[in-house]
């Protein structure tokens, strides 16, 4: 982007100038800089609890700084709300979404604006809402309620209230976890429109591929510290970014040992299962998974891979046959399925797979608090899960000041390593991984993927759904693609290269048959 | 508009309220006390306001409840089913089930305390050693009943349990007093015969022979066994399987599920528990305190119990301490006039800390400007 270096005039969008910010325990932003220019997308970079979202959340008046000044369009400020940071001209996207799911997209919009007072006036609104809308990229049906559109438009409605709210400087915490390629996409011609006009972004993501693709200026952090101040995107290589972050070399590619499948572990038959809303999610899927060997599930997301994981483990009622080493598990208790071997790493993990105000040792012994050590015939013992819990936070590197933290203060890529440390050590036959690196740095990437491909070669059959295609090429020994329900395609390794193929089965512009190999 | 650091007052600095992120350990516990303190002071002024000596009534109701140990005695009695009470409602409510029916578990546990007397069960002249016990257990497996009927409707067909234990309070009352108005009526009054001896609960005053000075005190077994109870339900929550699943359930009943735990037999077994809890209490007042069954029995302590048990923030052992301190209010409501003082009181003391508990969660910060 082109940079007003003649205009030296032009104050800074932002200026953050010796951020410090102390949680018990830890520093969380240790005397950070950060400069964001006007028209620019600025990337802020670090690994998983680095400090980013709390940087953030002290921009956008959510949190509020020990030590340090911020000063926006050249002013200093010090805000005590969101409600004033959006007044300067600041907004934020929060990962977990804000929205009231019964309104439409335009209430949610002008939800909680001083203006309209008493009549919504909803008619003339909806259009002024959906022009606004469109003269910013922003694709959303302003009449439909919140809960009938994709995450990816969620996105947008998001994205859209703060633009409507007056802010110039938008800040997206890791806002492409949750969506596929083609929306991404979208999401980052919305951001480029937005800067070309003058606006700024600062992204955070750990995708540092699309970074690349997207920034102008990356910031990252390490520990809290500035490790490099607003770099130049051009000419960075992914391999330097993770450096930088990390502190050390990151493979990037997987180091793969010949697959040497056994016996099938999990054969489904039919299985027919419905979503929420109570409409048919699966239609009919076949599918086996051999001991020691990873089967990809790739889809776009909504296709039933979420019914899919949950029919699996018990979670959700399906019709239709699901066998682990031959035993029928369909609709079975969960915790059978549990005592079968089954794990489970779900998608989400704050709604399913933590208790939130619970601490890290009740966290991790969720699954094995019914036998020795931890449990006796009633006891909970609670010297032994302490002990247990303190060797898995050591041994999967979960950082929190400690085990009597409770869950939700934990980063997210924490988070996910907690519920990693309690699923995989108890030696599964089956794992059924949902998006298990969402979210996650890259060093926290390559230690999933090491420790899947660790459980691959002690022979448990794993099931990978992720929509990540370069995730899934790098580790499935098959890949299947869902598509409304069915598996619209089964790819062998020798295609794996195909990515416009897999694409193609994924949009459903390609049959089963001809997908096949 | 934006805030810009404005230079009001004279200070260098500000103070600034925001939200707190972590809670420290001390924090609850302090704040609770300091909200009682407020809610001493806020109910001193309204004395004053009302032209009364706000130290002398302070200490009338200190000396009416604590003064001696013939008042003590008598605070305990009061305390003694309250804190059954808050026991029941602090176990549900530790699962986020909202069992506000201990008023009726109560009543249905003083019947079937009084059923195993009053339908000859048992020839007369049965030792206490065995009538007791029997009583204990009838009156809890009534209230287990009672409590268990919003159990399983909850569990099976998701029925709010808010409305069917409230709803159930009124049955049992009128259930209660179709007995003792007509088939357990003594000569018409609207109350059973006084019990046999043998199905009194032992009395401190009993012990008068070996202790002279314990004469005339009635505080009574009720007392203990709530005491053991309270170690009971404090131990299964914090150091049984059981125990470990009513917080997890509590804290996310979706991470339950995935944990493997059955909710539906949970939410009923939660139920159970808790009913019995409140079923003891109602065993308890007849065999320890009225010796009959009558319909002025249960004098809302199962309301109280919820705010007790909201008062030790669902703690056992706290609940012992707050429903001793609400034990102490009720007996001074008989000196104190206007009678609606302690009443005034208690509700101060109640919105004071429900205020600390809104507060904990914010932090005063000082900042430089
Ligand atoms: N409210 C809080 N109380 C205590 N500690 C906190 C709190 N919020 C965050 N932390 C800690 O501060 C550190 C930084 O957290 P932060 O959420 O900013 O990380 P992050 O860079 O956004 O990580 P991620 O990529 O995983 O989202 C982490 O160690 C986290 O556990
Ligand atoms: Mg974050």
Redesign the interface.
Known sequence: MMEPMTETATPLAVEMRGIVKR??GLVANDRVDLDVRRGEVHALLGENGAGKSTLMNILAGL??ADEGTVA?DG??????SPR?AI??GIGMVHQHFTLVPSLTVTENVLLGLAEPRIRLGLGARHAAVAAFAEERGLRVPADAPVWQLSVGEQQRVEILKMLWRGARILIMDEPTAVLGPAETEELFRSLRAMTAAGGSVVLISHKLGEVLSVADRITVLRRGAVTAAGIDAAGRTPAELARLMVGREVLERIEKAPATPGPVVLAVRGLAAQNDRGLPALRGIDLEVRAGEIVGIAGVAGNGQSELAEAI?G?RAATGSITLDGREIANR???E???AGVA?I?EDRT????????SLA?NLV??R??SAPV??R???R?RAARGIAEALKADYAVSAPSIDT?AR?LSGGNLQRLILARELTSGPRLIVAVQPTRGLDVGAIETVHRLLLDQRRAGAAIILISEELDELTGLADRILVMYEGRIAGDIEPELFGEIEEIGLLMTGSRGAAEGAA | ?????TDRGLLPVTL?V?RR??T?RWLPLAATLAAIGAALVLSGLLLALIGADPFAVFAHILGASFGDLYVLSDTLVKATPLILTGLACSLAFRMRLWNIGAEGQLLMGAWGASAVVLLGIFPAGTPGIILIPAMVVGGMVAGALWGGIAGVLRARLNVNEIITTLMLNYVALSFLRFWVFGPWSEGGFQQTVQFPRDAWLGRLTELSWLIPDVAGMTVHGGFLLALVAAGIVWWVL???????EI??AG??P?????????LKRKIVLVFLASGALAGLAGASEVSGTVHRLQDSLALGYGFTGIVIAYLAKFHPLGVIVAAIGFGALILAGREIQPAGIPAMIQGIVLVCVIVADALTRYTL?V?RR
């Open positions: 949680f018990p949190y509020s926006v002013r200093p400020v010090r805000f005590r004033e007044a300067a483990t979670l208790p969960v915790l399925i549990i005592e489970h779900p709604g399913t797979g933590s208790a939130p105000g619970l009740d969720m699954k608090y019914r449990g006796g009633i006891r909970f609670r409770p203060l | 508009m934006s805030a810009p650091a600034r925001e992120l972590g420290p914090s150091r049984t399987r059981t125990g470990y917080r997890l804290d996310n979706q991470a339950a599920r995935y944990a493997g735990i059955d910060r900042v």
